[in-house]
């Protein structure tokens, strides 16, 4: 072994930056999992010798049972020249522009890692097990070799894998998903069969991360978009005028359930009736009017108005027909608008009272933060911000969602670029404490800046042109070859939700009486969405915790 090429092992809850030492990261050594979960973790490198003088490619070697079932890629940095706002909290990792940890790439160079004198670089491990692999103990080494596949180091890592497998996610979850924006980085035209087959991996991507509920542009998203401007059109449903009569045609929306069932999407998340911040206008809606094709509604119409209300009662009603048609409607959830404050309580109100009686059996949900939305009955499934959440929960609303966005900068969880990964996976043992039955978080793929007015490269700019912090809109990179490559920051995020999963399944074999005690015995105060303990090896504790006493249970029941 070379003394100068130091490695380690370490858990998925690290960022690495390059010029930290590897000492301050802590070891892994073992770990248990479940049957059903995805396993991360990471090598971390570095060259120490003084005298080194530029990278070098090593080799790397696995060994052992679960070698088939691993994945590495690289761990790559992207930089960000806003990764918070001024006067942050004390739980982020860094608060300067720099290069940060995110972006999980494929090896390249053959497979060979590049090793750096004095920097950390770090390899991202995924560890997928089939159904019927083997419970018990396993072991898995890695080792980076030289040019004559000398052992330049070696790691061990203990896996006991319990013979338990994770219960359905019951969490629905949406991060809203941009068509528009993949045919604007991939310079494809809308709904091209090259378009569809982008959509359809980085849908894939998704689904793989726990989202099960995807954003369907029935018309194109009134979201993001500056007043007066418009995205690109990504309108499924076809709408044709002629003599004052509306017709549609919903083959592109047939085309994407059939795509989504494929997948493995179970919900369809209707694109919003009304605009963003206050629903007072109609979203861009296509149509070919008289034989010409143009825009019929957007900015200058009145949400209210005669002819957009007439539309919409005649489009909701023929799309409800359709999707009963396919027994597709129940799948179905509803926005009137993104995020209205109290003082377009009335606006709003009005405006739902449009379609409200169309949609009587169906859950219509927005994202807002008062409290009087759902107080005076306007909305009936809110989905409040975690750090405006305190009244909604003392509500005790049945089935409550919850969101972030930029503005959940402080105390509470979110997944910006500057904030440890402890911070992001938490959200999982609190979301389960408080009973969360959905979470929205709004950009999977955004790859705009502030109010669409242009497109970005998310490789280089990660905060929509100085808007908002890194790792913010967007979780996912677009791929040369039009798939998506993860952020850690998804992959994580997917951990988050693989605990409630578990924590579900502690539950129905021991209580929840004794799953609270795991989370919360020993801790000053009780958690909640602003309180939480902020270590890693929390994380790592209760869920090893939680999976050991999994085991026993059914250890117990078998004898």
Known sequence: MR?????????????????????????????????????????????????????????????????????????MDIPSQFPCYPEPDDNYLRTTPGLYPDLLAPLDYDGRPSVMPRQLRTLWFTLNLPDDFAAGEHVLTVELTGGLDEALSRNTLHVSLIDAALPPQELILTQWFYCDCLAQYYNVEVFSERHWEIIENFVKTAVANGINLLLTP?????????????????????????????????????????????????????????????????????????????????????????????????????????????????????????????????????????????????????????????????????????????????????????????????LVSNRFFAMPSARNRIIGVQMYKYNIAGFLQWGYNFYNTCHSYNAINPFLDSNGSDWVPSGDTYSVYPAPDGTAWESLRIVVFREALEDMRALRLCEQL???DFVMNLIEGGLDEPITFKNYPREASYLLELREKVNLAIAAALAAKKA
Request: proline content about 4%.
């Open 510 to 512: 021991c209580g929840r």
């Open 218 to 410: 029935v018309f194109t998203p009134a979201l993001d978009t500056h007043v007066g401007g418009e995205r690109l059109t990504n309108q499924l449903v076809d709408i044709a005028r002629d003599d004052g009569k509306y017709s549609f045609g919903f083959e592109k929306l047939d085309r994407w359930i059939d795509m989504c069932d494929r997948c493995g999407v179970k919900y369809f998340e209707i694109s919003h009736f009304f605009t963003q911040w206050g629903a007072a206008h109609a979203p861009k809606v296509m149509a070919t009017v008289d034989g010409e094709y143009r825009r019929l509604f957007g900015w200058d119409t009145d949400a209210t108005g005669e002819e957009y209300s007439t539309f919409l009662r005649t489009f909701i009603p023929a799309f409800l027909a359709h999707m009963k048609a396919r027994s597709d409607d129940k799948r179905c959830f509803f926005h009137i608008s993104d995020e209205p404050n109290a003082e377009q309580l009335e606006q709003y109100r009005a405006s739902k009272a449009v379609v409200a009686d169309l949609l009587e059996g169906y859950t219509i949900m927005d994202a807002l933060s008062n409290f009087e939305f759902y107080s005076q009955g306007v909305v009936k499934t809110p989905i409040p911000s975690t750090n405006h959440i305190e009244p909604f929960l003392e509500a005790d609303i049945k089935g409550l969602w919850t969101y972030y966005c930029c503005g959940q900068n402080r």
């Open 3 to 75: 003394p100068t090429l130091k490695t380690k092992l370490i858990s998925s809850l690290e960022k690495c930056f390059a010029d930290e030492s590897i000492e301050s990261k802590p070891a892994l050594e073992r770990i248990s999992m479940l049957r059903g979960q995805q396993l991360s973790f990471q090598l971390v490198m570095t060259e120490t010798d003084p005298a080194a003088r530029g990278a070098y490619r090593a080799g790397l070697r696995l060994g052992g049972d679960l070698v088939p079932y691993v994945t590495v890629r690289r761990v």
